[in-house]
Each structure stands twice: as structure tokens, then as C-alpha cells.
């Protein structure tokens, strides 16, 4: 087998911010991302999936740091690395797209010229070159009529042309590893299907392989191949996206899918999770979810569960995966 693109292994974050005791907030996150694989991470606010992804691009917000673990690209171990050699990845293998384009692009810079600057800095292109690159990647994204849109101010586009722009921004300089955090949530539903679609087609064409963040469990069904279930800074579910959500093992994925729209059966009455998720600060010791479980046994409250394998490529971090199942089953 190959290796990974990506190799995720007992990622801890905290925010370190004005203390020297500091605050944990994603704890012993492991995943892999293959080339060419959509990788989702789902989970409700809170639980640590920006944090996860902004330490993978080395984006953390100042006060918080990778307190412990490992960040594998291509082979090289990125924690520790300098910074200086670390952004020289950021565009040509690696790029970010965020949930709000206003807050990544300069507001007083035309939009050409800010996708331009990557393949100008990164791959040696001439003035020129790269705004002919910009315009090409334009209408890839299929922004209309990109030569004059190009001279446009951001707050002159909309914002799925906005957002748009960062995708054609990311894809620039051809990068191998596509970090994208809720990258549709601010837009209206018909403009998110496209901008999903040409995500899709895009990272098909380059074989790029993607991160995808978002609290959407019908977004990660639609683009993704794979997904990690976070909770409380913690994956409590992860596998194949078609495996984890035909069949979950971890009450708190049970808990998203019952309280999420199921298209096929539009009868089905919607179940919100009881409680609300734990504080960060004061995280409960043991399974961060057993105050809001249905399955909770004591042992729960102990320790944390140890990921266990419950199918091939199928893992659940509970303790009573197999009662899930079987209850599910009978249901
Ligand atoms: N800059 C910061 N300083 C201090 N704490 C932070 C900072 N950013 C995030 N946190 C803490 O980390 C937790 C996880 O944040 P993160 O942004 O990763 O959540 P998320 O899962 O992406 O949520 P959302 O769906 O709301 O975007 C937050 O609840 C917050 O307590
Ligand atoms: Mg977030």
C-alpha cells in the first residue's frame, strides 16, 4: 500500500493564550488522507474542526499551538518544521479555502491580482503569465466573463462569485492537498450545490485530495468519500462515508442522523440530541458525550474509549458499538 498524502497521529491542541496551564481543546486526533481522497470531518460547533485543519496549514489563531502529535505531508513531518519552510508548501501542496471569502481576500486589491500572486511567487510566472493563469482559473471556476470581473473589488462580486474566487485563488499554483473549512455555509443553497459541484470536478481533474470541514452531514454524503465524526475535540466515528453513515456505531453520529433531514424518508421525525455538548474548559473526565448518551454505561465515565474497529476501515470510539448496532437494527 501506499503512503498517505496526509498522516494524522495523536493530534493535541490547546490554547496556551495568557496561561501556563494550557486549555485542551482537540485531544489525540489520528486520521490518514490518501491522494485523491475527499476526507470529511463532521461535527457540531465547537468541537474542534477548524482548530484541526488550520494546524494541518499551520493557521492556528495566535494563543493556540499543536501541544502534541504528529502531521505527516507526503512523508515530512510538518510539527516543528519553521515556519519558513512550512510556507513554502502553502499553494503549491497545500491551500486553503475558508467559510467567509471577505475575511481571506484583501479587500483593496483587485480579485485578478490576488489570484495572481501565488503562481507568480510559487512557480516563477512573469506578471503576465500569471494573470493569465488567474483569468484561466476564473473561468474553470466558472466565473462569467472573467476578464473584467478580474479588475473587480471583492465587495463589487457576490458572494458565491466570492467565494468562487478563493476556490480559483486555492487551485492556483495545482495543489495536491485541498483544505476547505465550510467553504459553502454562507452561501444559498442552490449557489452551495454549484460551488460543491465545481469542488468536485476541480479536485477530480487535478487529483487533488481534499479536507473538507462542515457541520453538514448531507454536504460530507454528497462530496465526500471518507469522514471523521468529531466531538468535543475528540473523532468519535470514522470510515468510509457510506459504511459510517448506513451503519453507526457511535451514539453521537446516531444522534446527527436522527436529528438531520433524511430525504428518502421525509416522514421521519426529527430527534435533537438531549443536552448540549460539554465546555471546552470543563470537559467531563471519560467520554465527552456519556452526559448526553442514551447508552452510557459507568464505565463511560472513566476513561476515554479507545477507538475499536467495527467493520473493516470502520471505527467507533464506544464502548457499546455492538449494542448500537443491534438496537438500530431492531429499530
Ligand atoms: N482563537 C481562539 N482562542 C481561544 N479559543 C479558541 C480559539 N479558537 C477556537 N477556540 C476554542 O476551540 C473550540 C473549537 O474551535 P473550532 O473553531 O475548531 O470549532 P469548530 O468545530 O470549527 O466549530 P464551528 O462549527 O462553530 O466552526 C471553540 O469552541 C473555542 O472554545
Ligand atoms: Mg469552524
Not at 502553502?90 to 467567509?100: C, D, N
Not at 492556483?172 to 485541498?178: A, E, I, N
Not at 451514539?251 to 471546552?280: K, M
Amino acid at each position: 500500500m501506499t503512503d498517505p498524502l496526509l498522516s494524522v497521529r495523536s493530534l493535541s491542541i490547546g490554547v496556551t493564550r495568557g496561561s501556563t496551564d494550557p486549555t485542551l481543546i482537540v485531544e489525540d486526533v489520528s486520521f490518514d488522507i490518501s491522494k485523491g481522497e475527499r476526507f470529511g470531518i463532521v461535527g457540531e460547533s465547537g468541537s474542534g474542526k477548524s482548530l484541526t485543519l488550520r494546524a494541518i496549514g499551520d493557521l492556528l489563531p495566535r494563543g493556540v499551538e499543536v501541544l502534541a502529535g504528529s502531521i505527516r505531508y507526503n512523508g515530512t513531518e510538518l510539527v516543528g518544521m519553521p515556519r519558513s519552510s512550512r510556507r513554502k508548501l502553502m499553494g503549491p501542496e497545500i491551500a486553503m479555502i475558508f467559510q467567509e471569502p471577505m475575511t481571506a481576500l484583501n479587500p483593496v486589491v483587485r480579485v485578478g491580482e490576488q489570484i495572481a500572486e501565488g503562481p507568480r511567487r510559487y512557480l516563477g510566472m512573469t506578471r503576465a503569465e500569471s494573470m493569465a493563469r488567474a483569468i484561466e482559473m476564473m473561468a474553470k471556476t466558472g466565473i462569467p466573463d472573467p476578464v473584467r470581473r478580474a479588475r473587480a473589488y471583492p465587495h463589487e462580486l457576490s458572494g458565491g462569485l466570492r467565494q468562487r474566487i478563493m476556490i480559483a485563488m486555492a487551485l492556483s499554483c495545482d495543489p495536491r492537498l485541498l483544505l476547505c473549512d465550510e467553504p459553502t455555509t454562507a452561501l444559498d443553497v442552490t449557489v452551495q450545490h454549484q460551488v460543491l459541484r465545481l469542488l468536485e470536478d476541480l479536485c477530480d481533474d487535478s487529483g487533488a485530495a481534499l479536507a473538507f470541514v462542515t457541520h453538514d452531514l448531507a454536504v460530507v454524503n454528497q462530496t465526500c468519500t471518507d469522514l471523521a465524526v468529531m466531538y468535543s475535540g475528540h473523532i468519535v466515528e470514522s470510515g468510509t462515508v457510506r459504511e459510517v453513515l448506513s451503519d453507526p456505531r457511535h451514539p453521537y453520529t446516531q444522534g446527527l442522523l436522527d436529528s438531520a433531514p433524511d430525504f428518502d424518508r421525509p416522514e421521519r421525525p426529527l430527534i435533537p440530541i438531549p443536552g448540549f455538548p460539554p465546555n471546552v474548559a470543563s470537559r467531563p473526565s471519560g467520554c465527552p458525550f456519556a452526559p448526553r448518551c442514551p447508552f452510557v454505561v459507568e464505565a463511560c465515565r472513566t476513561a476515554m474509549p479507545p477507538m475499536v474497529t467495527v467493520a473493516p476501515g470502520h471505527g467507533a470510539a464506544c464502548i457499546e458499538a455492538d449494542r448500537i448496532s443491534r438496537e438500530l437494527v431492531a429499530r
